[in-house]
């Protein structure tokens, strides 16, 4: 039992643009351990945002209205991000820049994953960042789970049984939540 609602949907937004980025690949375990029949999907095009300028905001660039779309459309959101120089990556600030005026990311249930036990900073910082934006951030969803010097895919993250156990019960928090 997940207690999930059916038709519930989770987006997963990654801080890092990098091909083998890690936080990437934990979006994609955390959504191999999602419990059914939640759906939960991994934005792949933050990169293709343009700097936040709030003149365009009336009429934003498709990149902008897809990321609009998306985060409507989710019942929760799913964030891993690395650090860098103690703060949030631009890649995930600019994005969540982007969502700062969108009436539906408020009230939106959020969870954090944290792929560093070292990145203490941009993750206070990013949790700061949300409860500003009015998301809902969901505590027992978001967890720290080191995987420094694991290889950045998704079948060697859920490799190690304690790993997948602790993001499979995070994800079964987040999936109960947004079913709710
Ligand atoms: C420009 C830059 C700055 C970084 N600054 C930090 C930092 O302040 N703290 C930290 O723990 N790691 C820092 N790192 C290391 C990254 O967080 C680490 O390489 C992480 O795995 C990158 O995530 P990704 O694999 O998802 O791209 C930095 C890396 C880069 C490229």
Redesign the pocket.
């Known amino acids: 039992m997940d207690g999930s609602a059916p038709g519930c949907r989770v987006l997963g937004l ?1 801080g ?1 643009l ?1 091909r ?5 690949a934990l979006l994609h375990a955390a959504a191999i351990v999602m419990p059914d029949p939640t759906r939960f999907t991994v934005h792949e095009d933050l990169g293709s945002l343009p700097l936040f300028n709030a003149d365009l905001v009336v009429a934003p660039d498709s990149p902008v209205a897809e990321l609009w779309r998306s985060v409507t459309t989710a019942d929760a959101i799913v964030i891993a991000s ?5 703060g949030i990556t631009g890649v995930l600030k600019n994005a969540l820049d982007w969502l700062v005026g969108l009436p539906e990311f408020y009230g939106k249930q959020v969870a954090v994953l944290n ?2 036990a ?2 203490s ?1 941009a993750d206070a910082a990013l949790r700061e960042v949300l409860s500003t934006m009015g998301a809902r951030l969901v505590e027992e969803a978001s967890i720290t789970l080191p995987l420094t010097g694991v290889p ?1 895919d998704s079948a060697a993250i859920l490799a190690d049984p304690h790993r997948r156990a602790a993001l499979n019960s995070a994800m079964a928090a987040l999936a109960r939540g947004a079913g709710t």
């Open positions: 990654c890092s990098r083998a980025s890690i936080n990437r690395p650090e860098y120089a103690h792929a560093s070292r990145a900073h950045a």
